[in-house]
């Protein structure tokens, strides 16, 4: 009796235009083999986890806050810290992580606590630099809200100063960025910095 042939099925290979593909070509280029059982599928993992870490380029803000703005009248400032973040560097495509402070002074309307968090997730899943991160944040709420004024503290480390040159482990970074009051006022923008130092686990 003929033994049968036992098939070892592949999987299909990425579209020559796909991220996947071109991950292939990258780890070969390492000298790795992307046949080999341990990464025969990481080109596609390795588009699946990128297509997600970027997911800011296809959101906009305006869609994020879209229904969660309110009439209100209330014009202390309003603060959401210690909102934990993940981006990639654009220079090296390593991790940089940390904790986003935000405040804002209304001004006739506030926006729903949880947006806040949403929309520091639409600016850090894109590839950035820490301080254009801030930027980007702070002008996003001015523009949405119209307030007062608007507060952004950002503090992260970053891997391609953690594993590559430098390589400093517990060095960590602050960016600011400082609209309206909070920029005009120095009693406004201390009075934010003291409350986010408040129980804050600081990096």
Do not use: W
């Not at 990425?14 to 996947?20: C, D, F, K, L």
């Not at 968090?117 to 899943?125: K, L, N």
């Amino acid at each position: 009796m003929k033994s049968k042939a036992v098939v070892k099925v592949m999987p299909p290979r990425p579209s020559e235009t796909s991220v996947a593909s071109l991950m292939e070509q990258v780890l070969r280029l390492l000298g790795e083999n992307p046949g080999r059982e341990g990464l025969v599928r990481t080109p596609e993992r390795v588009e699946k986890a990128l297509r997600y870490l970027t997911s800011g380029y296809q959101k906009d803000v305006r869609h994020v806050v879209n229904g969660a703005m309110f009439a209100v009248k209330y014009d202390e400032m309003v603060i959401v810290k210690d909102i934990e973040f993940f981006s990639l560097c654009e220079h090296h495509l390593l991790p940089f992580f940390g904790k986003i402070h935000v405040a804002y002074l209304p001004k006739q309307k506030v926006v729903g606590l949880s947006k806040i968090p949403r929309i520091v997730d639409v600016f850090a899943r894109r590839l950035q630099l820490q301080e254009r991160l801030t930027q980007e944040i702070a002008q996003s709420l001015q523009d949405a809200l119209d307030p007062l004024g608007v507060g952004v503290v950002c503090e992260a480390r970053h891997f391609c100063m953690m594993m590559r040159g430098v390589e400093k482990q517990h060095s960590g970074a602050i960016t600011s960025a400082m609209l309206g009051a909070f920029r005009a006022r120095k009693k406004t923008r201390d009075e934010f910095l003291s409350l986010i130092r408040q129980n804050s686990n600081v990096l």
